[in-house]
């Protein structure tokens, strides 16, 4: 029996390229909840933004956010991964050597930039409306690093090079992933969105089959493992499609039709 629900958002409950949610979900998102159900989102995004994004929702659901670094449900948090401090200026060096990269430095209070253009300054700040500090060095950040990404400029011809470069360097420590829209997102191994929500369920005393998730990206892949009641959307990537037990076309047409198949057994 289903008892949480969590979901990603970029690309799947945002269509990639947008930031607005799939029209209706919110709707659906208070029948669950009005049910009993619990939901969290899972995502690469801030705490901050995405509370924000849920903001008439926010005391009622939980965040798996940062790529499972940090859960946070009703202002508490659950659970958090630091990435060691020589090991996350490492690694920022690393991404800011490379003329075609621009950095994102997650921390527990905000995200640091030193944006190279302002379009990604834009990007950060104005559209994605992150809570969002700049930084000079990377001694000024006073913060708990919880993940690093790198926004990779005409991604086709730069991305695979890239990604090969630090997996090379840093592949015992990390995995480095595609986590869309153009982006490179690093994951400490053993973390990832399947641990965190692993200790979700744990602290509530729910199991795995007591969840359904929903992704796209391979930085889902950890959460569609948990559970035989995974589902990537139909325009994932195959490599992401194998780890799910079923495919869909819309979060939310998926979760009203478990809300009528629900309503129907009983």
């Known amino acids: 029996m289903i008892k949480l629900i969590a979901s990603d958002l970029d690309g799947t409950l945002i269509p990639e390229g947008t930031q607005e949610i799939e029209p209706g979900f919110f709707e ?12 969290y989102v899972a995502t ?8 924000r994004l849920f903001s008439d929702y926010a005391d009622r659901i939980g965040f798996v956010c940062e790529n499972g670094a940090l859960a ?11 990435v060691p401090r020589e090991k996350a200026i490492a690694i920022a060096e690393d991404i800011m050597s490379f003329p075609e990269t621009d950095i994102c430095l997650s921390g527990a209070k905000a995200c640091y930039i030193q944006p190279r253009t302002e379009w990604y300054e834009n990007q950060l700040v104005r559209v994605l409306k992150n809570k969002t500090e700049m930084f000079q060095n990377l001694s000024e950040i006073d913060d708990q690093i919880v993940k690093i990404a790198m926004y990779i400029y005409d991604f086709p011809k730069h991305a695979d090079r890239i990604r090969s470069f630090f997996d090379e360097k840093y592949g015992d420590f990390a995995d480095f992933v595609w986590g869309g829209n153009d982006w490179l997102d690093m994951i400490q191994k053993n973390s990832g969105k399947g641990l965190a929500l ?24 950890s959460m ?5 009641n995974s589902y990537a959307v139909d325009h994932a990537k195959p490599d992401v499609k194998v780890h799910a037990a079923r495919t869909c076309k819309s979060v939310t047409e998926t979760l009203r039709q478990f809300i009528t198949s629900q309503q129907t057994d009983n």
């Open 198 to 221: 692993s200790a979700v369920l744990k602290e509530k005393g729910l199991k795995p089959e007591e969840l359904m998730v929903f992704g796209d990206n391979q930085n889902d892949i």
């Open 224 to 228: 569609l493992e948990l559970t035989p």
């Open 72 to 82: 946070m449900e009703r202002e508490r948090q659950q659970y958090i991964l630091e």
């Open 28 to 39: 659906v998102l208070s029948e669950l909840l009005d049910q009993g159900y619990q939901f």
């Open 44 to 51: 690469g995004r801030q705490y901050a933004n995405v509370r």
